[in-house]
């Protein structure tokens, strides 16, 4: 794992090694002031020439104006550097969950990923910065003081570090009962937000049943949740502080108890023992230093070991090594004993033949729950197909790239999600970079130019989150206009009118019957009115199709279709 962590600092090389080069200098910087006291007491204090101490200070002045300059640097520098590496972070996450699946989108709450992409990264830009650093030159900061205070004192040098591998081993155990408590809180902090998330975009269902209370009570229990082990953590982390901050205090009093009778006894000179006890701070500096990083470490590690988990999940949907982009397709469509199942589920396909002509309109009707949705997802590789295989012009789709495949296809759905932003982004959202005149065009052949028309803003109205601002009709033909703009040789309409009014639905038959000229259509509907004029109609049911041809042909057969019929239409 550290391996990868440290492939991020590639691209930072230079950045880095500066950073890491004006850290060591700035510590080491740190060490000369105790030395310099010790020879102004012992030496230029018993001469009494003051000139001369005025010239080593002035000396030490130069030498702080450096150090600031460096202590600059490495905190800017430093953090750049932390910051970069956690955008390509989050970059690499981004990429990678824009390209998963469906099913593991079926799998994965939206708040857990927000929760993942956004808080889980926070601390890894810190450690990115602090972590190796501050360690490496903790311990340079450590060894120099350490070789300093021998060359004055071995004896009492050596019973001062006694303490420091018990702070250390203090440390190490902290930060492993740290890290799990950090696990559990970024597991609840996504819970958290999962739930949030969920609140907001279902509130005006809350707000229908009046179930603010009950909505109230949940949050509570989870911002409780978060609360507590939150707690956990800081406790720990309390407790860490403020052992090895009596521990710090001891050594201090220690040095200084032990240093004042070297001294009596003649064994140590004054400079050398204020050198000494300065040094024995500065030597608390860097083992503050190690512990800050290990209280850092868990947490950063915590969210970058979720953020691996998510980052390695590999895509059960993807190119083959070996598909090409297809440029043009006519749209014969053709299943071959296709088989389909969600996880833990019966089959909802089973050895399912069917084959569409090019520019064929093909109705797909049956009880709900039949599989007719699942079906046409699998022409567009949402899912993939657990046996046989579909051909679209003869080609096996799995030989086409994602990209190509999907770039010939277009679906119109039932529930039809907008983008926040304006009338033209979402209708554009068809063809990226459309001109003005095309979305035009498919403005008028969507019918939606009326209300275009009416609005101050024309096309650059906003229709807020999911097009709340637009009625069920208005936006179906907004997806209609984008169609018509990506202008696909093959076109699924999944009940695309069932959720509108009988006149509106009407009305926008024409905008589709007008869409499905010259496309491979297949439509999903369960108002059969609707179907009449298709070429032909499928039935799906059992696992797989029960029964298809002409309208007339199926009552006749006095099969599942004359039985639908009869109960929307009586005998
Ligand atoms: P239809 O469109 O004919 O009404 P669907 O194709 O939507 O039916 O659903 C077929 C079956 O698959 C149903 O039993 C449904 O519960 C199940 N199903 C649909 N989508 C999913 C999914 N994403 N995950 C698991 N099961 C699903
Ligand atoms: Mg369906």
């Not at 012992?42 to 101490?53: E, R, Y």
């Not at 200084?256 to 500096?285: D, K, P, Y």
């Not at 869409?515 to 491979?520: A, P, Y």
């Amino acid at each position: 794992m550290l391996r990868q962590f440290f492939s991020y600092y590639k691209p930072y090389k230079g950045l880095f090694i500066l950073d890491f080069c004006c850290a060591i200098f700035a510590a080491l910087l740190e060490l000369i002031f105790p030395l310099a006291v010790n020879r102004v007491i012992d030496d230029l204090l018993p001469s009494g020439n003051w000139k001369w101490i005025l010239y080593a200070c002035l000396g030490l002045l130069g030498i702080y104006v450096i150090s600031s300059f460096l202590h600059y640097v490495v905190t800017y520098w430093g953090h750049k550097l932390g910051i970069n590496i956690e955008t390509d972070m989050r970059k690499k996450l981004f990429d990678r969950v824009q390209k998963q699946s469906f099913r593991f989108f079926d799998n994965n709450k939206t708040g857990h990923l927000v929760s993942r992409m956004t808080n889980d990264l926070m601390d890894i830009g810190e450690i990115a910065h602090h972590g190796p650093e501050d360690l490496f030159i903790a311990v340079m900061t450590l060894a120099g003081a350490l070789g300093i205070m021998l060359s004055i004192n071995w004896q009492l040098a050596v019973m001062t570090f006694v303490i420091v591998p018990l702070m250390i081993y203090l440390s190490l155990y902290f930060s492993s009962k740290m890290s799990a408590a950090f696990k559990r809180m970024f597991s609840d902090i996504a819970d958290y937000n999962a739930r949030v998330e969920n609140n907001v975009s279902g509130i005006r269902v809350v707000q229908a049943f009046s179930n603010e209370n009950h909505e109230i009570a949940r949050f509570a229990e989870n911002n409780n949740r978060f609360r507590v082990t939150k707690l956990i953590a800081y406790r720990i982390m309390a407790w860490n502080s403020s052992i090895s901050f009596i521990l710090m205090k001891f050594i201090s009093l220690f040095v200084l108890v032990c240093g004042t009778w070297f001294v009596i006894q003649g064994r140590m000179t004054n400079g050398e023992f204020i050198a000494f006890v300065m040094l024995s701070n500065v030597f608390l500096g860097p083992i503050k230093q190690i512990n800050a990083v290990i209280e850092m470490y868990p947490k950063g590690i915590a969210g970058f070991k979720r953020y691996l988990e998510l980052l390695e999940t590999e895509p059960d949907v993807a190119d083959s090594p070996d598909a090409k982009p297809v440029q043009h397709l006519r749209g014969d469509i053709a299943f071959h004993e296709v088989s389909f199942g969600y996880e833990n589920k019966d089959k909802v396909l089973q050895d399912v033949n069917l084959s569409i002509r090019a520019g064929e309109t093909v109705a797909l009707v049956g009880p709900s729950g039949a599989g007719k949705t699942t079906l046409c997802s699998l022409l567009p590789r949402f899912y993939d197909t657990e046996a046989g295989r579909i051909t679209i012009d003869g080609m096996d789709i799995r030989k086409m790239t994602l990209q190509s495949l999907r770039s010939h296809i277009g679906i119109v759905q039932q529930d039809v999600f907008l983008f926040d932003g304006s009338i033209r982004e979402n209708i554009a959202y068809g063809k990226l970079g459309a001109a003005d005149s095309e979305i035009m065009q498919a403005v008028r052949r969507a019918q939606l130019e009326d209300l275009v028309a009416s609005l101050p803003e024309g096309l650059d109205t906003l229709i807020g989150e999911r097009g709340v601002k637009l009625s069920g009709g208005q936006k179906q033909r907004l997806s209609i206009a984008r169609m018509f703009l990506k202008n696909p040789p093959i076109l699924i309409l999944d009940e695309a009118t069932s959720a509108l009014d009988a006149e509106t639905e009407a009305a926008i038959q024409q905008s589709l019957a007008e869409l499905s000229e010259g496309r491979t259509t297949l439509v999903i509907a369960h108002r059969l009115a609707t179907i009449k004029n298709a070429d032909r109609i499928v039935v799906v049911a059992d696992q797989g199709i029960a029964e298809q041809g002409m309208h007339e042909e199926l009552l006749e057969a006095r099969g599942l279709y004359s039985r639908l019929h009869r109960a929307q239409f009586g005998a």
